[in-house]
């Protein structure tokens, strides 16, 4: 070869195509190959050694293994899927639930602070009261657990 050879003529258009479309099917058999073994372990109605099998299947003869695994187990794999999907968003809100329900500890401050302006409004307690009462929700030195305005600091 004598003379200068350029890429562009030696690679076509189309073989730029085709090479990134083998590329891509191979990324999207990665992902399935993934997915496939995941699944296997997430079937709680697979045996040890059914689970196995499986994997030694898909790891010795991996294109056979995942093509034989989705045509056998495929149809469930969704619901296998959404079910875990479904297990996990239960258990963050209950783990939520549980999390805002220990923060507050029963009542607030604005809890608190709600119960006073409503025993103001009634007239149960003066202008100064309130004052005092608002300033101990407010630094956090008052009751957690309401037991008024007037309970005493003797039991503390």
């Known amino acids: 070869m004598s003379g200068k050879t350029y890429l562009a003529y030696d690679y076509p ?9 083998v590329f891509f099917l191979w ?6 190959l993934f997915r496939v073994v995941v699944d296997i372990f997430r079937d709680d109605g697979l045996s ?4 196995t099998g499986w994997l030694v299947f898909t790891i010795v003869l991996p294109f ?3 093509f034989v695994y989705v045509i056998a187990r495929g149809k469930n794999m969704g619901r296998r899927e ?6 996990q968003q239960e258990a963050f809100d209950s783990y939520i639930r549980e999390t805002a ?3 507050g500890g029963g009542t607030s401050s604005v809890d608190e602070l709600a119960r006073l302006s409503e025993i ?6 003066s202008d100064d009261e309130f004052r005092r009462a608002k300033e101990l929700v407010l630094t956090g030195h008052g009751p957690k657990e309401h037991h008024g305005p007037y309970a005493s600091s003797a039991g503390r």
């Open 13 to 21: 258009l189309l073989g730029a195509f085709l090479s990134m479309l």
């Open 27 to 32: 990324i999207m058999w990665i992902i399935l």
């Open 48 to 51: 040890g050694w059914a689970k």
């Open 64 to 66: 056979l293994g995942v």
């Open 82 to 87: 959404i079910t875990q999907a479904r297990q």
């Open 101 to 103: 329900k220990g923060a």
């Open 120 to 125: 103001k409004a009634r007239g149960d307690i």
